[in-house]
């Protein structure tokens, strides 16, 4: 595999997109960008401002300010808001549930869309989120729609909250995900939604490895 492709995989919270993307771009030697903590680090940083987290006109100044990079770390990637590291931070539930109120204000779109499209810009990436194949990345060679039951969704975050120290109960889980969902589909900026040209993956029955694998075949062929 010679071509630098771009890979986007797109789906609702907890499908498996981060997992498996992470996976798929090591197997390649590609950049991975996690799109969606991106988002979370915007949350983050609307939330220790006192920013509402609906003012479009607020965020759009608060852009202005902050930077969002992506280290190597030795489990997973760290993430920073300028020089302070949120990778836990961005995954507690007053985070979590925030999101999608702050990803559909039209600056936070148009910025984050224009920074996600300049790393991707020479290929070789790897790339999830909600909108990554309808519009940050529409001409992208391989797109990916991963979806998997909300039960199933949400016993995946409950154990990923456990490991972390998080213990909300599952059942409180699906309702914040089929909330989630609802949000994310009915945004009026880049809502979620199947590019027509990606191949979906139901996740629910299948193991990390064998969502990996096809996506794999996907790119080779």
């Known amino acids: 595999m010679n071509e630098k492709l771009q890979i986007a995989i797109d789906g609702p919270a907890s499908a498996g997109k981060s997992t498996v993307a992470k996976l798929v771009a090591t197997k390649l030697g590609y950049i991975y960008c ?29 852009m202005k300010e902050i930077q969002i990079t992506f280290l190597p770390g030795e489990n997973e990637q760290k993430v920073f808001v300028n020089d302070e590291e949120v990778t836990q931070a961005i995954r507690q539930p007053e985070i979590t549930n925030n999101v999608s109120a702050v990803a559909a204000q039209p600056s936070v779109r148009e910025s984050l869309t224009n920074r996600q499209q300049e790393i991707a810009a020479q290929g070789g ?6 909108d990554i194949g309808t519009t940050v990345l529409p001409n992208a060679q391989v797109k990916i729609f991963l979806i998997a039951s909300v039960h199933q969704r949400a016993v995946r975050r409950f154990k990923e909250n456990q490991e972390k120290g998080i213990n909300t109960p599952l059942e409180v889980l699906e309702e914040e995900i089929k909330l989630r ?5 009915h945004r009026e900026i880049s809502p979620l939604t199947k ?11 299948l193991t990390i490895e064998e969502v990996v694998n096809q996506i794999m075949k996907i790119a080779k062929k």
């Not at 799109?35 to 965020?59: E, H, S, W």
């Open 34 to 62: 996690d799109t969606g903590a991106m988002y979370r680090a915007v949350t983050f940083a609307a939330r220790k401002k006192g920013i509402p987290f609906d003012d479009n006109q607020k965020l759009s100044e608060l």
């Open 181 to 185: 969902d609802y949000k994310d589909s």
């Open 125 to 130: 990436i790897v790339m999830d989120g909600r």
């Open 195 to 205: 590019a027509a040209d990606a191949i979906e993956l139901d996740t629910t029955s």
